[in-house]
């Protein structure tokens, strides 16, 4: 359904973002490949629609901050111009949860949902975080608030990296099940196959526990 390629572009996007280094280049890689995943499932539910758009805009946003970062280093709005980034990176967090929430409920995923809801919870204090590191005046506050955020960012960045798994492990439409996971495009199309082994692998071993709980009965 495109959670496969979701997971390899969330990855990129959030976790890679985390290391401040590079983040601005992962930030332009992981947002194209999220929003690459998102044209199979936007014919799912609509709330992907909105997410589309917006991940459209910010992987525009990323482009230009990572022009300007090569391009002009020793701009002082750099640095504004990465924390606003980060919090469009939540908001995108933020529209993908609500978009996992919803699916989740018409396929009646309740735990996914769960956690959907906790995740957001997570980006909404992140991202409240990252504004007040941007308009407080004092600066000592400034930065004990993009620490914080940045905890937080980490916090929901793994979690919602486990529910979009979750997605991809557990939701199916009909019509689905014996869908080819491939994109033609060859090096997203060998990660989707890395995660397809590690799904498979881990509903053997839960197989294989049940199997041995099913014995001792």
């Known amino acids: 359904m495109g959670f496969g390629i979701l997971f390899i572009g969330y990855f990129f996007t959030f976790i890679g973002a985390l290391a401040l280094p590079i983040s601005q280049y992962t930030y ?44 002009y280093p020793e701009n002082s709005l750099n ?80 979690f919602t990296l486990i529910t979009v798994f979750n997605c991809y492990a557990s ?3 009909e019509g689905d099940e014996n869908m080819e996971k491939s994109t033609g495009i060859k090096p997203l199309d060998f990660l989707n196959k890395i995660l397809d082994k590690a799904m498979n692998k881990n509903k053997d071993i839960n197989k294989d526990k049940e199997d041995k709980t099913e014995k001792k009965k």
């Open 28 to 71: 332009v890689l992981g947002a194209g490949i999220i929003l690459f995943s998102l044209k199979k499932l936007i014919l799912e539910n609509k709330m992907f629609v909105a997410t589309a758009i917006f991940t459209g805009v910010f992987e525009v946003y990323s482009i230009i901050a990572l022009i300007l970062s090569l391009f």
């Open 171 to 173: 939701i199916c439409y």
């Open 79 to 158: 640095g504004i111009f990465s924390t606003l980034q980060i919090s469009l990176a939540c908001v995108l967090n933020i529209l993908l949860l609500a978009s996992i929430y919803i699916i989740s409920k018409e396929v009646g995923a309740t735990k996914i949902q769960s956690k959907a809801i906790v995740n957001l919870v997570v980006t909404a204090v992140a991202l409240v975080l990252m504004i007040l590191s941007i308009v407080l005046p004092d600066a000592s506050a400034q930065t004990r608030c993009f620490l914080v955020g940045y905890i937080a960012m980490l916090i929901f960045a793994i």
